[in-house]
């Protein structure tokens, strides 16, 4: 009869206290996302993103065209069948830098949307004591706008306590969705990340 190797006998160990540990890090939810504290709020209001950062989305804008900041005047804007959903934000945080936010849109029907792909558009952190500012930008079904919420999440490879950003962007109907399209501008140039010191 074959035995077992003392090196597979320990790979099987290591999982089972990673997997204790785990469970000790979140007792009772360590298979669902109760593990992950949900921070709510509007534009314009600072919500907490893990231990000391912040996240404040500051305007929202519906376009038909998406720019990047070293386009020239000839260039032509990236286009969509649908429509373009330019969310601007501002980050800070403390000494501890936090996970990697990730960001999507999620509609009152649970459609979801990702940022374009087409160009760099993102959420980012400073260094500690400074304030980051930038926009992201998100292709969308016209008929998916009514209550379309900014999610962003850290992307974490332990299954550890964390927050998670929850922003309503403030289309509570398909009137008001509806107004938001016919006002779209026609082109929106990505404005370049900022980064300053924090008041």
Known sequence: MKLYRPATILVGILFVLIGGLTR????????????????????????????EASITVVRVKLVKGVLEPTASSSEKPIET???????EWQTSRGPEKPDTPIATLTSDSDAVFSPIAMIYS?????????????????????????????DVRPQQFWNVLNRKVSVDLGIPSE??????????AEEYVLPRSETRVSS
């Not at 007792?27 to 593990?35: L, R, S």
């Not at 649908?82 to 969310?87: D, E, H, P, R, T």
């Not at 993102?122 to 379309?148: K, M, N, W, Y």
């Not at 009137?175 to 779209?184: F, P, R, T, V, Y």
């Open 24 to 51: 000790l890090a979140t007792p009772e939810h360590v298979f669902d996302e109760q593990n992950i504290m949900i921070s709510k709020g509007t534009i314009g209001e600072p919500l907490q993103f893990g231990k």
């Open 175 to 184: 009137e008001s969705a509806q107004k938001l399209i016919d006002n779209a």
């Open 81 to 87: 069948d649908g429509i373009f959903v330019a969310v």
């Open 122 to 150: 993102g959420i980012e952190f400073g260094a500690a004591g400074f304030t980051v500012s930038g926009s992201i930008v998100f292709e969308v079904d016209p008929t998916e706008l009514q209550g379309l919420t900014l």
